[in-house]
């Protein structure tokens, strides 16, 4: 019983989610990239506001965040870097 229309079928399916496994992670990183990104403005504003932050713990944390994204950046690691830079965002925010 092997039917052509299932030999398609089967063939289209794992053609699917072999697209989907080499995509999806791609689109995580893009999708990522696109919230607070890697951009030199987003660098610079994180950078700023981490800046202007009063001497205390929570300012140094946020300025290792920027430290292990621009080093993410480097390496080509988009979503890493904006993964840190988007704690670091949030650190500066935090009272």
Aim: aromatic share 6%.
């Amino acid at each position: 019983m092997d039917h052509p229309m299932i030999k398609t079928f089967i063939a289209a399916a794992t053609m699917a989610a072999i697209a989907y496994a080499v995509a999806a992670p791609a689109q995580a990183a893009h999708r990522h990239h696109m919230g607070v990104g890697c951009s030199g403005a987003n660098f610079g504003k994180t950078e700023a506001a981490v800046e202007a932050m009063a001497d205390n713990e929570v300012k140094f944390t946020a300025e290792k965040e920027v430290s292990l994204a621009q080093d993410a950046m480097l390496n080509n690691k988009w979503g890493a870097c904006g993964a840190h830079l988007s704690k670091a965002a949030e650190e500066s925010m935090a009272k």
